[in-house]
């Protein structure tokens, strides 16, 4: 269960927020506040998992409240605004709900939400199928299973599916290979991570996924040839 609480000067949003949260059985909503002050001293009491935050309130925007927060907290922004929502996203929000918006708009966020509560609470357990990345300022799930290969450049990396589409993601190529599953995955270059099963053919220094060539850096060989096996 998502413990949150929405912070909106505005009552009617509010009152439709408390509506959906009721018909959904994995969020308890805690509480809901028009003062931003009151919200601030709550969230220096009490914990919670998820935000709604509305974006454009007088004397101090949702953004500027999220960025004060000393909790980590997901948030997900409701604004009648939606040039807010690259800003918003830039803050690693959940997700960016556009006023006026319907319930199957507000559970496709909150389930989002749930999902990632569960990968964070369970990054360790071996049966993790997932990965949650930020791309083109939305969270994307991907399945392990459909990632062939991961490319790196300057401070971007490209993650190559298996339908032949790719997803930018700002973050080092070290970082996501600890979110990897070792047994799944082998950097090969310090450009390059490959999905192992993908591998159709390896040929001196270079292997080959769906068609493209990879190489295989010298001071990977023996990492990589300790988990392939031809």
């Known amino acids: 269960m998502l413990k949150a609480i929405a912070i909106d000067d505005e009552?009617?949003?509010?009152?439709?927020?408390?509506?959906?949260?009721?018909k959904t059985d994995f969020v308890s909503l805690e509480k809901t506040f028009?003062?931003?002050?009151?919200?601030?001293?709550?969230?220096?009491?009490?914990?919670?998992?998820?935000?709604?935050?509305?974006?454009?309130?007088?004397?101090?925007?949702?953004?500027?409240?999220?960025k004060s927060l000393k909790q980590e907290v997901m948030v997900i922004f409701t604004t009648a605004y939606s040039e807010y929502?690259?800003?918003?996203?830039?803050l690693n929000a959940t997700d960016y709900l556009l006023k006026p918006f319907s319930y199957e708009r507000f559970l496709t966020a909150v389930s989002k939400a749930n999902d990632y509560y569960d990968y964070?609470?369970?990054?360790?357990?071996p049966d993790i199928q997932n990965i949650y990345v930020r791309s083109n300022y939305q969270l994307h799930k991907i399945s392990f299973k459909n990632i062939l290969l991961i490319e790196s450049f300057a401070d971007y990396l490209d993650i190559h599916l298996k339908d032949k589409s790719k997803l930018t993601v700002r973050m080092p190529l070290k970082n996501i290979m600890e979110k990897l599953p070792p047994n799944s995955f082998v950097r090969v270059h310090r450009s390059f991570i490959v999905a192992i099963n993908h591998v159709e053919k390896v040929q001196q220094n270079k292997l080959f996924i769906a068609g493209r060539e990879i190489p295989i850096g010298t001071n990977y060989k023996d990492s990589f040839f300790s988990k392939f096996q031809y």
């Open 85 to 90: 929502a690259i800003e918003g996203f830039n």
């Open 120 to 125: 964070q609470h369970n990054k360790k357990n």
């Open 34 to 66: 028009t003062n931003i002050s009151e919200a601030q001293k709550y969230l220096s009491e009490f914990s919670v998992d998820l935000l709604f935050l509305d974006i454009h309130m007088p004397k101090l925007s949702g953004i500027e409240l999220y």
């Open 11 to 22: 009552p009617l949003p509010l009152e439709l927020l408390q509506k959906f949260c009721s």
